[in-house]
């Protein structure tokens, strides 16, 4: 058996940048026209009017100031109101695979290795570019790495389970360095025409370098244990797919194509079995939560981090404690926990516990311990 460890992260980030005030005005020029296109039916009492949106409500509602996307300008567009991304032929990479070759690059030089170094590339994603070929092996190829690659998608969990997966393989021996990615182009997913949740998410890729502790060269965080749970739930959800032609009402742009949630019971369910997972682990390794010195949680909403925070430590977390970066990315999905890891890590030190923990739609939650070694 192998020690599994971290050696490497990598985030790429898009260049396009949307604040809450530029979203708002786009949004309330929606709504305007479309009030004025249905005023009559508004008037009838068959439509109902559409409501204004605000920085305010935004920052109120989520604790997100800004996000990162692809494209903007399709989105800010009135008229569109959605990211507009270039066709690509077949023999270009794909768009979640360039933004997965950066985000692996960069967590490679962070551990002090190279492609040739890697066994296998895990593309773990709540949505994907395509049905296959894997975006992992795309991702592989465009790396040179030999190996194998794959898919997998568990939603918001999908990083932390990837990281489960990777560590298990490196523990039985099958590999010695896997790249866990994480491109998630939630702007495209997101139905930015809906005022409860136009706001909610960003564009991102990051990449965990899982490595058999005897060959790491540098500092490393340990991987002490991992944990996962999954327990069925429709209050997120997106049906599009590939059977949605074969549907006698295929209409393409049906409201349940993108994003679905329905907040007040995720918020109210959910948390509580974040809470919970996460005390069990730490039990079952004979932690306690005074113990942690980092809590990287899935960014998707500031009330959720604060709340889980104190339950889990049992007070109000020091800033530090729990670092949010979902102000400046919004939710990013599986990618948001591992941004938080990647830019609050450094700090940490020997012998220190931190644990990243993910939720969301299925419901899942993935946790990983991690001990840190300088």
Aim: hydrophobic share 40%.
């Amino acid at each position: 058996m192998h020690q599994p460890v971290i050696s490497g992260t990598g985030v790429f980030t898009p260049s396009q940048v949307i604040t809450n005030d530029e979203l708002v005005v786009a949004f309330n020029a929606y709504a305007d026209n479309f009030n004025a296109e249905n005023a009559d039916a508004i008037a009838a009492g068959d439509v109902t009017e559409m409501a204004h949106s605000s920085s305010d409500f935004i920052v109120a509602a989520s604790g997100i100031h800004q996000r990162y996307v692809l494209d903007k300008s399709g989105i800010l567009d009135p008229k569109v109101m959605h990211p507009q991304l270039r066709q690509r032929a077949d023999d270009e990479p794909g768009v979640m695979a360039e933004m997965a070759v950066d985000a692996c690059n960069k967590a490679l030089v962070q551990a002090g290795k190279t492609a040739a170094d890697v066994d296998a590339v895990i593309v773990a994603a709540s949505n994907l570019e395509r049905a296959y070929p894997a975006i992992a092996i795309e991702v592989q190829d465009l790396l040179g790495i030999s190996g194998f690659g794959f898919d997998m998608n568990v939603a918001c969990s999908s990083a932390t389970f990837g990281i489960q997966a990777a560590s298990d393989m490196i523990r039985s021996g099958s590999a010695r360095a896997i790249l866990v990615v994480n491109p998630e182009i939630c702007s495209g997913h997101l139905e930015w025409r809906d005022r409860d949740c136009h706001f909610i998410f960003g564009d991102v890729c990051t990449a965990t370098l899982i490595e058999r502790k005897e060959d790491a060269t540098g500092a490393y965080f340990e991987v002490i244990s991992t944990k996962c749970l999954t327990q069925f739930s429709n209050n997120i959800r997106n049906n599009n797919g590939f059977l949605r032609r074969s549907r006698p009402d295929g209409v393409a742009d049906r409201r349940d194509m993108q994003f679905m949630q329905n907040g007040r019971k995720v918020f109210k369910e959910v948390l509580p079995i974040v809470a919970k997972h996460i005390l069990g682990h730490l039990e079952s390794e004979g932690a306690s939560p005074d113990q942690l010195k980092r809590l990287w949680l899935h960014q998707a909403n500031k009330a959720m981090n604060d709340f889980i925070g104190r339950k889990v430590l049992g007070r109000v977390p020091e800033p530090d404690e729990q670092p949010n970066i979902l102000q400046d990315y919004a939710n990013t999905s599986s990618a948001g926990s591992i941004i938080a890891f990647s830019q609050y890590s450094e700090d940490i030190e020997d012998g220190e516990l931190g644990l990243i923990c993910s939720f969301g739609a299925g419901y899942s939650v993935g946790s990983v311990l991690l001990k840190r070694s300088c």
